[in-house]
């Protein structure tokens, strides 16, 4: 992989430094969100559903007294199946002080990731929004679709946020 | 005076105003800091408006507080403080030190007038006569000369007013009170006699110090060192002075002017050794009496008791000791009372606790099946468990949520009190007192609606005379009032009295430049008295008429995420409604089932239920759907369509009927099951999520689930359309 095939290094917000993201799996796809924006990992439970909300917003949770959303991201990426199972896994994180859940289809594990092994996305076309993808990482013969988590859920098509 | 108030509470039995003097203390005290802070912050230059403005509301508040408690000397003097202020963001007067130090002693003073009504020695706190005379001679625009700091009357200076002469060298300071003494300095026992001579050295360098002669007498020990000072320093700042060179045990000073037997003491060795124990003793007290009053000047320290003899000093030093002790002793009691705790660690406790209800339900659940014979002791300690978890739950719930009835009862004293000096009658009517707030809505609600209440009677409410000749009774009437509606708590403050006149507001925000127009709604012209410094009224007095309080309402309820809504009929009266967003409040809830899910209806707007058969609904047109109940036809909501909830079982249809009324009209919904009423505490799905239509807020249920509070409100609305 070099230059010439139209992929550019991604060196803003990672310069030399090791980042770190949490990788997870929706049905072939393997992406990573920033672990720092990562709040805990837990189990799926049956949320409680939202009258005329999208279909990938699966209702509220309490979550220690929290009201949190949940968003089913197999749902939002139109993957193929979307089962609830005992693997079936939420991952909460904390964006702006605003805490959301996502379904996720398993977590794999947390990837530390230098500058080399980064790089730019490709232009091509997809239901994720091209502004929430910040890269792809490339680990061998894996490739990790590194999500701007903060971007993709805060997007007006997320339904999470009222419209200003 | 300020002993009447303490009577007069106790005295009158429906209310007892001293529960809140433990709040305004609190509060009066914070309000005090802060100002402070945004003093010395303050640049005199380039000073804004807000800060300005701040520092205006901080003084405005301890003032509508102390009134409102009858501290009225703490009113007084934080009336004038705020008089200067109000000239100073009016731009009329422009900031300058001396303002700035004479604040800054005043809100000294006031601390101080506080901490002695808060420990009842009400009497003994400084003196403010001086203070309040200086800042008049500021607001009329003097400048603050000697003269102004040196009052002609001369009072009776305080301790914490001594300050007041602006003397940069503390040494000095007590020139005027102290005087020159005249001492003789023993220096005993030292280990390198050389030691004593860096004190003379002391003496040359340091200037107002005074002056030092050696004492050269045959029987003097090789180690020692006597000295004959003039100085106008006292014993402890000279003890403080020579321990950089010689250790306090070593030094002993006695006054050579008054106290002839010095002479002859010294000469005694056995007597020497007295006078070194003694002077250790001084030493070691007077950290204490240092610490404990580090403003008490050398006056009030009686000339004689220092001159005397070092024994003599010693019991003096005791008496002033625990005279400076006694008042810091009876201020920890009040204090201990009740402890201040960030809102956020309180609702961390409360999630925790409802963690725990759930975890407790889950142990109970499997317990079930365990055979009780085997595991006894377990479910007798499951079953304490569930008690205590229970209970806990109870008590952390209560810390939160405390009646409006807190916040109601503070009025009736005031509105009283200040009717009688306006010289208008007034009946105070409240409503809704039950009704429970949160108590950070609470405590962020109280001024605001004092501010509100104040207007009312001050500006609303006319005089006697005035309201015969409009054809009113002669007593006006405030009622405050506190309700649920749709989602939110609004709290009222209705008058009868004269309403606002647009004509006079729309006029003056011309005066202030502010951009009007004759076209403007009614609503947006009431809005206009929202901002800062806007005031109609035509005599500044120190009820109100400053205009500041608006600015103080709004800002205050804007911060709640809360809004304020005035509607006002000249001639008739005004009412200023302030609605607060339900968070964080506890709401009696009934749930109800519709196929699987369960939703939450407000007690409070549940008016009847009752089962129907499906041919009790006729619709009408379009097939919007009506039932009769006693001879009324009221409009039908399916909950099942408006949540579009799905349906496993086909069979099972909604036939229960809720009436529910709000914004006095009533509609009913049709549900499958009633399942219970319950307290829930209503939780914001706005602040990780966002508005759901028809829906005010989630709770979490005994299970750990989340059910949807309707809107009851928006319901009704839903059903005119």
């Known amino acids: 992989m070099n230059d010439s095939i139209g992929m550019e290094r991604v060196s803003d917000e990672s310069n030399g430094k090791i980042c770190e993201y ?78 959301v859940g996502i379904v996720v289809d398993s977590v794999s594990d947390v990837m530390g990731l230098v500058p ?49 | 005076m300020a002993e009447t108030h303490y009577e007069s509470g106790g005295s009158s039995a429906d209310f007892d105003l001293s529960q809140f ?23 005199l230059e380039t000073a804004d408006d ?35 202020l109000d000239k100073l963001r009016r731009h009329e007067l422009m900031p300058n030190a001396a303002m700035v130090d004479v604040l800054l002693e005043s809100a000294d003073a006031s601390r101080g007038l506080l901490a002695c009504h808060q420990s009842g020695n009400v009497g003994q706190g400084p003196a403010t006569a001086n203070l309040v005379s200086r800042i008049r001679s500021l607001v009329s625009g003097e400048t603050p000369p000697v003269a102004v700091v040196r009052p002609p009357e001369a009072p009776k200076m305080a301790p914490t007013e001594s300050p007041a002469v602006p003397q940069p060298v503390p040494a000095v300071a007590p020139v005027a009170s102290g005087g020159l003494r005249h001492l003789e300095i023993q220096f005993t026992k030292l280990d390198q006699p050389t030691q004593a001579d860096a004190i003379v050295e002391l003496f040359r360098d340091i200037p107002g110090l005074g002056e030092i002669k050696p004492i050269t007498q045959e029987n003097i020990a090789a180690d020692a060192r006597f000295f004959e000072v003039q100085t106008t320093s006292t014993n402890e700042d000279l003890l403080d002075l020579f321990a950089f060179h010689v250790s306090r045990e070593h030094v002993a000073i006695a006054d050579m002017s008054t106290s002839g037997a010095s002479a002859g003491a010294q000469e005694s060795a056995g007597a020497q050794a007295v006078t070194t124990e003694v002077s250790t003793a001084v030493a070691a007290q007077g950290f204490g009496f240092f610490d404990g009053a580090p403003g008490l000047p050398q006056s009030l320290v009686p000339e004689s008791s220092v001159a005397t003899s070092p024994i003599a000093e010693a019991g003096s ?109 007034v009946d ?105 410094g806007f005031s109609t009224a035509d005599v500044v007095t120190d009820v109100s008429g400053r205009g500041v309080g608006m600015d103080v309402v709004k800002r205050n309820i804007a911060s709640l995420n809360g809004t304020v809504e005035i509607e006002s009929s000249e001639g008739y009266g005004m009412k200023v409604s302030v609605r607060l967003p339900l968070t964080l409040a506890i709401m009696d809830g009934m749930s109800v089932g519709v ?93 990780n999520y966002r508005k759901v239509p028809n829906v005010s807020g989630a709770t979490i249920l005994g299970d750990g689930k989340v059910a949807l509070i309707l809107d009851t409100g928006a319901l009704v609305r839903r059903s005119r359309h």
């Not at chain 1, 997809?126 to 910040?134: E, L, R, Y």
């Not at chain 2, 009646?403 to 208008?424: H, T, Y």
């Not at chain 2, 002669?474 to 606002?500: K, Y």
Request: aromatic fraction near 4%; glycine fraction near 6%.
């Open chain 1, 116 to 164: 080399d092994q980064m790089r730019g996305a490709p232009d091509i076309e997809s239901i994720i929004d091209s502004d929430a993808i910040i890269g792809l990482g490339s680990l061998g013969d894996r490739m990790l679709i590194l999500l701007d988590i903060e971007k993709l859920m805060s997007g007006l098509d997320m339904g999470l946020m009222a419209e200003a």
């Open chain 2, 50 to 84: 807000e800060e300005l403005n701040g520092i205006f509301r901080c003084a405005h508040s301890v003032k509508g507080g102390a009134a409102t408690f009858g501290f009225s000397d703490v009113a007084e003097l934080t009336h004038q403080m705020e008089s200067l």
């Open chain 1, 22 to 99: 949490l990788t997870f799996r929706l049905d072939r796809e393997e992406y990573g969100i920033d672990i720092l924006k990562v709040q805990e990992i837990r189990g799926y439970e049956p949320p409680t559903r939202i009258a005329n909300a999208p279909s990938f917003i699966k209702g509220v949770v309490n979550l220690r007294g929290t009201i949190v959303p949940i968003v089913d991201m197999r749902l939002k990426f139109n993957c193929a199946n979307a089962q609830y199972d005992a693997f079936t896994v939420v991952i909460i994180l904390n964006l702006h002080q605003r805490i």
């Open chain 2, 317 to 425: 030093t005791k008496v002033l000791q625990s005279v400076a002790k006694a008042p810091l002793v009876s201020n920890a009691q009040p204090e201990a009372a009740t402890i201040r705790v960030a809102i956020s660690k309180v609702d961390q406790l409360i999630n925790l606790v409802g963690e725990l209800v759930i975890t407790q339900a889950m142990l109970a659940q499997n317990s079930r099946a365990l055979d009780p014979a085997v595991y006894q002791q377990l479910l007798t300690g499951l079953t304490d468990l569930d008690r205590n978890t229970r209970d806990l739950q109870e008590s952390v719930m209560s810390i939160r949520m405390i009646p409006m009835s807190i916040v109601f009862s503070r009025f009736p004293r005031m509105l009283r009190d200040l009717a009688s000096k306006l010289g208008k009658k």
């Open chain 2, 595 to 687: 196929g699987n899910e369960v939703y939450i209806l407000p007690l409070s707007s549940v008016v009847e239920s009752f089962q129907v058969k499906s041919d009790a609904v006729s619709t009408v047109g379009q097939g919007a759907q009506l039932v009769k109940v006693r001879d009324e036809y009221m409009p039908v909501i399916e909950l099942e369509k408006v949540f579009q909830v799905p349906r496993y079982d086909s069979d099972k249809t909604s036939d229960i009927m809720v009436v529910i009324e709000a914004d006095s009209s009533r509609v009913v919904l049709l549900v499958d099951e009633l399942l219970g009423q319950q307290q829930v505490v209503v939780k914001n799905l706005e602040s």
């Open chain 2, 428 to 532: 105070f009517v409240t409503q809704g007192e039950a009704t429970e707030l949160d108590k950070g809505l609470v405590e962020k609600i109280t001024d605001p609606l004092t501010h509100l209440v104040r207007n009312s009677c001050d500006h609303g409410i006319e005089s006697p005379q005035d309201r015969v000749l409009a054809g009113k009774p002669e007593t006006g009437t405030i009622t405050l009032s506190a309700s649920h509606q749709g989602g939110s708590i609004v709290i009222e403050v209705r008058d009868d009295g004269r309403g606002m006149s647009r004509q006079k507001i729309l006029t003056k925000a011309r005066e202030r430049g502010l951009d009007v127009s004759d076209q403007m709604s009614d609503a947006e012209v009431w809005q206009l008295i929202f901002a800062p």
């Open chain 2, 21 to 43: 003097y433990q709040i305004f203390f609190e509060e009066a005290g914070e309000n005090l800091d802060l100002m402070e802070q945004m003093l010395l912050s303050l640049n």
